[in-house]
């Protein structure tokens, strides 16, 4: 019977009730081919710097084109993978990769001309920035999942689940930092379940006053701590300081778990009492409804 290998340096996995870090994961949007977008016109140096001064400056146009084409290609895609991974979520207001479609057509159109003609330069121009939009797909156009939602909520939660976003980003660097596979794995189990309930907020924006405290003091407080603790363990490898802040994590964990779970049977609640609310206004239109 095969058993799992363990012992004194190996990481922990953590128990199953910890959740799997990798549950609801998505492949990423920004990968090779965005990151080709920034060496593809690289050899655009050469030509420049051996050519006279006039058309130098012209291949350097079309270099920082093309670069600026490539940064807003990702930036427009990491926009669009955050845009996927909400339930209500507005639309980018400014639409990047659409820019960067426009931009990579006229850069490459600058290139055409510059080396080869007129002629050239338009149907360089018509080329990249119809294979740029066929790989990379315009941005979103509408906003979703706010049909019928407070506008003035959802602004609310935005703003909360923005800066919680913000202290999640610290705490993933301020734990990289501390080179510890255990305590890597086990902040990743605890951004996983505080997702969870930045997600509830965000479907029913009425949770934001009951979950405000987590998202915002408590957050930052788990922040702060993990900055902390980096600074420690970088130093001096405490195993105690490591301890005391797994058994923190573990702490805020289960609280955050038990304030999702608050949250929802909460929302179910409310929807048991509007299911009566419509039983009783339908029987007094003598409408009669099974309960089963």
Do not use: C
């Not at 959802?154 to 610290?170: G, P």
């Not at 934001?208 to 930052?220: E, P, S």
């Not at 509007?274 to 007094?284: K, M, N």
């Amino acid at each position: 019977m095969s058993k799992r290998f363990g012992g004194k340096y190996s990481p922990e996995t953590g128990n199953a009730a910890d959740g799997n870090s990798y549950q609801g994961a998505r492949r990423s949007r920004v990968g090779g081919r965005v990151n080709f977008l920034f060496l593809a016109p690289l050899p655009m140096i050469w030509q420049a710097f051996t050519s006279p001064p006039l058309e130098m400056f012209l291949w350097l146009m079309a270099l920082a084109d093309l670069l600026l084409a490539a940064w807003l290609t990702r930036s427009g895609q990491q926009a669009h993978e955050a845009y996927e991974a909400r339930k209500i979520a507005r639309r980018p207001a400014l639409p990047r990769k659409i820019l960067g479609s426009i931009l990579t057509g006229t850069g490459l159109a600058l290139a055409g001309y510059v080396g080869f003609g007129a002629l050239e330069a338009v149907l360089f121009g018509a080329l990249g920035l119809a294979l740029h939009f066929a790989a990379f797909g315009p941005d979103p156009l509408s906003n979703k999942g706010m049909d019928g939602v407070d506008q003035f909520q959802t602004d609310r939660v935005a703003r909360v689940v923005t800066q919680a976003e913000e202290h999640l980003t610290a705490i993933s660097a301020a734990a990289h930092r501390a080179a510890d596979r255990q305590v890597s794995s086990r902040v990743e189990r605890f951004q996983q379940q505080v997702r969870e309930l930045l997600r509830t907020v965000e479907e029913d924006p009425r949770d934001l006053t009951a979950a405000r405290k987590f998202m915002g003091v408590y957050l930052k407080g788990a922040r702060d701590a993990t900055e902390k603790f980096a600074d420690i363990y970088t130093r001096a490898r405490s195993t105690e300081a490591r301890n005391d802040y797994l058994a923190l994590l573990s702490d805020l964990q289960d609280s955050f778990s038990a304030k999702n779970r608050s949250l929802l049977l909460d929302d179910r609640s409310d929807l048991n009492i509007e299911i009566e609310v419509l039983r009783d206004r339908l029987a007094q239109e003598g409408i009669r409804l099974d309960k089963s």
